[in-house]
């Protein structure tokens, strides 16, 4: 094998440690590291109105065991966007939760995935990966929103290659806003929960959807939560690109709370009754239909707008199929609407199939919410890295 393919492969091993690494210091999060763990660790997601949790044992092997799964209602106020507002109500909710689920283990990995997250592809000249990471600081200033000091830097090779400079590593550069993860960390730590990494949610997706052992071509995860769609190109298992939409299924149900003048869980209601369906509705429910339909549209648009720059800004690289995660995707109608507008295959992966599944696990539970289990369960699959 020669120099390049030995690089590849080694940045390919690397790549599956996806963790934005916290500066220590004694409040802050630690990276997990391998040997220390609890035999079961719990991958949380902060979402809106509710968390969500998940505990792995042998998150290591082939197919891991989901021990437990829980949910439990937050305040709307508590949280946005997955962004800890109200420190000490979410971590009373968190203690709530741990009781309820009966978690047998404290150590958590949170995900992050929000607007306050940038994901862009870079490349940088080929180096060390700590080097690499010590250098980002210096690199992409002009890149991030805001100050240097206020983000939380990290790089995630993918490939080496070569330009009239000399070699390089490609990959993609996350880079979070600081005082955003730390407010979600410290929630945890007052709830006495011990935070052990901080993980990218496109990365925990393609953990708990993707197979990378079976080369899986090239698949689109799109995972449709409430007020973010989130996009990732991943190949034979490995990010390639990720994007955040700004945009959810709260967008429906806000669009038709407004033309309606109904109250949100009547909107939602209304939502998840008719979906994208047309067919045998009544005239009086036909503004509902229409306003389904155009908001409904708007997220595809988007979403097909954001494959189809992946693909024309990689030489014409193809997409083999999209897969559906998330709230969002249980609407009626939205994979044939979807798989009309990209001309690609979409369905809804069975995200139970990755694990074994424990006599502990509330089995309603998991088949009602199967759509929105891949992310806590991704990220608690995150600490064999």
Known sequence: MDDRGRLDRDLRRRADRRHISVPRRASLTRTIKGGNMASTIVGLDIGKGVLRAAEIADAGKPKPTLVRYHTLALPPAAAQRGEVLEQSTVASALKQLWAAAGFKSKKVVLGMGNHRVMVRDISVPKMPLAQIKESLPFQVQELLPVPVADAILDFYPISGGKTDGGDVINGLLVAAVKDSVLRNVEAVQEAGLDPVAVDLIPFALTRALVDNAKGSGTSALVHIGAVTTMVVIA????????????????????????????????????????????????????????????????????????????????????????????????????????????RLPVGIPDSLSRFHIAKSADGDRLRNEFTEIPVAAGLALGSRA
Not at 236 to 246: H, K, Y
Not at 272 to 280: H, V
Not at 328 to 336: D, I, S, V
Request: charged content about 20%.
């Open 235 to 342: 190949q034979d298992g490995i990010p390639q690109f990720v994007r955040i939409i700004q945009s959810g299924g709260d967008d429906t149900t806000s669009a038709l709370v407004k033309a309606l003048g109904i109250e949100p869980g009547q909107a939602e209601q209304v939502k998840r009754g008719f979906g994208l369906n047309a067919e045998g509705v009544s005239a009086d429910w036909q503004p509902a239909i229409t306003t389904i339909a155009s908001s409904t549209n708007d997220l595809i648009d988007s979403i097909r707008n954001t494959l189809s720059f992946y693909v024309n800004s990689r030489g014409g690289a193809r997409i083999d199929r999209v897969l559906l995660s998330g709230g969002g995707a249980q609407l009626q109608g939205l994979p044939k609407a979807l798989a009309d507008a990209t």
